[in-house]
């Protein structure tokens, strides 16, 4: 048993720990709310004194953010939803079925996983004009779902493999035909893994900058990666505007985690485990 | 699994030919294939065929008058030579590689710190950590990366203030961006702040899958700590330790992003490493093919520290079913 001095040690290293992971949150949300002039001072201001909402107003009413937005929202989403589709139609052969040529998929989608996104920019360039699809969602959207798919395939096959295979048999017993028992049992066990899979993906997406920043020309056809630089210029850093822009675009993505933040941690667990 | 039940999603086991029609049999045998069809498709037209290109560019002169011109001039080995001849090369190579290493070092072992930590923490400040990972896990790169240039800033940075508060004077005004060490110092802990969750939360989660009654016969049997960590949390969290030592290296290895917005590999250069040194030959000096020959000695250099794992796992792959 824990005595109480160590029991009293513990809880400071673990707070100490939060607020050192937790600071870089803290000091982008209060520099958001900060005035201008209170931003460039010297004087140390660990604790705001005066606050401001002026920051948000303006990133906010900056030309074109809901543009950029929407934009970032279709091709995310649209990014994830797609690899979900051909992840999950990949996972339930992989984890369930024996057929030759397996070995040389479960290759394929490793060393998908190596390759650097950078390094496949001038032919992903090449394709995309040749497609007439420079200047479109759908370009950034096949990227994005083909950079998210090896892992959406890799971790929903560890899902396919938790769910018991006694289960799916014994519905088959009770006169479910296969697809009957992929849509009453499977799909609904698969539900948590699903959405843990897809923040992955969701995360990459939202991110990227590099391929939305050379294919979309056309300023109006931003994301909002993009659309965050543009605090930057050649005269200076709006770092009030910059943090308040970066405010917003991590609530989306905030918001996801911290709803599916439990299933996550199992999904990668038994994505693992089951190796 | 290692029963031999009958499962009549397994084609392999399916009753003798005779026994069914001849239709249904075939049908059972193209069914992976045609599941596995779409990513197959999506894998090799969005990623195996532009890899290859990426190889057959690797050996042509392709500049900006090359791609527009829609010219094919072959060179050979030339780029490679180019590129292996740059004494830079090995410089920004060794580079990238330690600092790989360093990265997923610590990531790693402070993931797994916080791991047992957090299994030894009463709930409420259990939560309140856990909160702080995830908010840390979840900020998207580039707001992260903002946030931390903030931070370090010359001037206004938090950092310097709080060091100056702290009596030392020195760092009014100091600049962490000088020299290529601290620059890539700055880096790593941003890349730090954002990956030691993933990996604490997923060793966390194999350090309670290690049932609390092989903890209570540890210490019955008067295990010191470090003997119970080792006989009964170890074993738990080996093999997901392996795992997101993988998946850091590939990270890792690969960042971009981070290290091209806070100073674009400077100062001189001094933390450029292997993607950035493709994002400056490629996509801002326009010589693809040098470009290509980089990222394919990138890709060669990461096949060959990850060879060992992928070899397991895709023949634990074959032996499993």
């Given amino acids: 048993m824990k005595t109480r001095s160590q029991r009293m040690a513990l809880s400071a290293a673990g707070l100490v ?10 000091w982008m949300l209060t520099t958001a709310l900060k005035k201008p002039g209170d931003i460039l001072s010297t004087d140390y201001d660990l604790i705001p004194f005066s606050a401001t909402v002026d920051n948000f107003t303006t990133a906010i009413t900056k030309p074109g953010f809901t543009t950029f937005l929407t934009n970032s929202l279709i091709v995310t989403l649209g990014a994830v939803a797609c690899a979900l589709v051909a992840g999950l139609l990949a996972a339930v052969p992989l984890a369930r079925m024996r057929f030759s040529g397996r070995r040389g998929f479960v290759l394929l989608v490793l060393v998908a996983q190596l390759a650097p996104l950078e390094a496949l920019f001038v032919p992903m360039y ?27 395939i890799w971790t929903l096959r560890g899902f396919v493999k938790g769910i018991p295979i006694e289960l799916e ?19 609904p066990l698969l539900g948590p893994g699903l959405v843990a899979t897809s923040v992955f993906g969701f995360v990459t997406a939202w991110n990227e900058f590099l391929y939305a920043l050379v294919f979309m020309r056309d300023q109006s056809k931003q994301t909002l990666p993009v659309w965050l630089s543009s605090f930057r210029t050649a005269f200076g850093t709006d770092w009030g505007g910059i943090m308040a822009a970066s405010v917003i675009y991590a609530l989306p993505a905030l918001v996801f985690f911290m709803l599916v933040q439990r299933k996550l941690v199992a999904g990668t667990t038994a994505g693992a485990v089951k190796g | 699994m290692t029963a031999p039940t009958v499962n009549p999603l ?22 992976p294939y045609l599941m596995l069809a779409p990513a197959v498709v999506i894998l090799v037209a969005l990623l195996g065929w532009p890899a290859l290109q990426v190889l057959g560019i690797s050996f042509r002169r ?35 590689v330690l600092f790989t290493g360093a990265c997923v070092l610590a990531t790693v072992g402070i993931g797994l710190g916080i791991a047992v930590l957090m299994r030894h923490l009463d709930a409420p400040v259990r939560i309140a950590l856990q909160v702080a990972l995830v908010l840390a ?20 940075g938090i950092l310097n203030k709080t060091l100056v508060a702290l009596g030392f004077d020195g760092f009014a005004g100091y600049s962490w961006f000088t020299s290529g060490v601290s620059t890539l110092s700055v880096i790593g802990l941003l890349i730090l702040w954002q990956a030691v969750p993933f990996v604490a939360f997923t060793l966390y989660a194999g350090l309670l899958g290690a049932s609390k009654d092989l903890y209570e016969a540890a210490s019955i049997d008067g295990a010191t700590p470090l003997q119970a960590f080792r006989a009964v949390s170890w074993p738990a969290v080996r093999p997901l330790l392996t795992m997101v030592t993988f998946l850091s290296v590939l990270w890792d290895f690969k960042v971009f992003t981070q290290i091209w917005a806070l100073k674009q590999g400077g100062p001189d250069g001094e933390s450029t490493t292997l993607p950035v040194l493709l994002y400056l030959k490629g996509i801002s000096g326009s010589h693809f093919g040098v470009a290509s020959a980089v990222a394919v000695l990138m890709l060669l250099i990461l096949v060959g520290v990850t060879w060992r794992y992928m070899r397991l796992l895709v023949r634990s792959q074959e032996t499993e079913l």
Avoid at chain 1, 174 to 187: N, P, Q, S
Avoid at chain 2, 74 to 91: A, C, I, K, T
């Fill in chain 2, 10 to 31: 397994r084609p392999a086991e399916a009753p003798p030919r005779a026994a069914r029609p001849q239709r249904r049999f075939t049908a059972q045998r193209a069914a």
């Fill in chain 1, 169 to 187: 048999e014994a519905a088959m017993v009770d006169g479910c035909g296969r697809w009957g028992v992929f849509r009453r049992v499977t799909l």
């Fill in chain 1, 126 to 152: 090449l394709i995309m004009r040749d497609a007439n699809l420079l200047d479109t969602l759908p370009s950034l959207l096949l990227v994005y779902m083909a950079f998210t798919l090896p892992f959406t």
């Fill in chain 2, 62 to 96: 392709l500049d900006l008058g090359e791609l527009i011109r829609g010219e094919i001039v072959w060179v050979g080995f030339d780029n490679y030579r180019e590129v292996l001849s740059d004494p830079e090369f090995w410089v920004i190579g060794l580079r990238t």
């Fill in chain 2, 137 to 156: 896990w979840a900020t998207p790169i580039i707001a992260t990366t903002t946030v931390f240039q903030w931070m370090f800033d010359q001037q206004y």
């Fill in chain 1, 17 to 26: 720990v939060a607020l050192l992971f937790f600071f870089p949150t803290y």
